[in-house]
């Protein structure tokens, strides 16, 4: 694909509406002034990369901003895609079972007494017009790549979290900071209890592309 095919493709990603009328560029922290351009994918360590960033002044508060309108998020994102090389992008992301696991436990509030075998089945593997915030809001392949090319010039590991922060923050040009926010407080050393073989192959076949873009893997 050419640079506008990519851009082109990257416009329609994340100006596009979901059934609740929300859009992907509310995740997207920019600076304009300093060229960076940092986005938010769920459960990836993000409101504290978030936070480090605002600390440093790295965020001009118009896509980031929930109360902004519609239209002028959409003009400044196209004027921001216009100069995309020119930026310094990047983003994190997250072992999928850990990810979904991560997002069960934090949206407990709102599942009620689900358990994780009904939410991988009854919502992230539901028709995405029911349940959109658990489709390619976290499909972490759609996120990332657009014509086969990566969007981003550094995509750091939640694993790796403070030596992938380290490196972007150096590339930011800022000093790096451990502000840790959203913890969630469930026991993260047993992720793989949640899983029978069932539920990793429903995840596995509804994320194909991004498990083999990023070799996930689920010991069992």
Known sequence: MTSTEIKGEIVRKFCKLDERGHTLLTPFVVSRERKVIYFHIAKTGGSSIVHLLQKNGLDDNILSNKKRPFEEKIDSFLSLVEDWDSYYKFTFVRNKYDQLVSLYNYDRAILGEMTFAEFIQERVN?????FPMY???????????????EMFDFVGRFENYEHDLKLACANI???FEDIRSNLGTYDKTKKSLYYTPELKQMVDTKFAREREHFNWELQL
């Open 173 to 175: 040009g800022i000093p």
């Open 126 to 130: 539901a028709r995405t017009e029911y």
């Open 135 to 149: 489709d390619y809001w976290i499909d972490q392949h759609f996120l990332t790549v657009a014509g086969d090319q």
